[in-house]
């Protein structure tokens, strides 16, 4: 209904105290996915902060938006060719949720399918 839902007392414009590798090493105790968001913008993402995904860090793929495509990805970042990607709508607007997706194929849906 585009109403507000809610408000949050917490000043959220600071950076964790948490590593990235601790924060994907704990993503990955709980069972899940950890997936670099929106590398394709220069803002909040690993590749516009430290400039390159570290070697060590064990993401299971890397998320582009709308605005990228994945064939410009590919020519774009080609030391990232090994990774999986997904793409989404990133979206921050009621209208824009879906308007990009990836499809999965699986079995079950469950994250352990491999």
Do not use: C, W
């Not at 950890?34 to 993401?59: K, M, N, T, W, Y």
């Not at 997706?101 to 079950?108: D, L, N, Q, S, Y």
């Amino acid at each position: 209904m585009d109403e507000v839902e809610g408000f949050n007392d917490r000043l959220l414009i600071g950076s964790t105290g948490i590593s990235l590798q601790e924060t994907v090493e704990t993503v990955h105790s709980f069972g899940g996915i950890a997936i670099a968001a929106h590398i394709d913008r220069e803002s909040f993402s690993v590749l516009g902060q430290l400039g390159f995904i570290p070697p060590d860090i064990r993401f299971d793929a890397l998320e582009i938006s709308r605005r990228t495509g994945l064939k410009e990805v590919r020519e774009r970042y080609p030391d990232l060719r090994d990774y999986t990607f997904i793409e989404s709508s990133d979206a921050h607007f009621i209208t824009d949720i879906g308007k990009v997706f990836t499809k999965i194929f699986m079995e079950e849906p469950s994250l352990s399918e491999e």
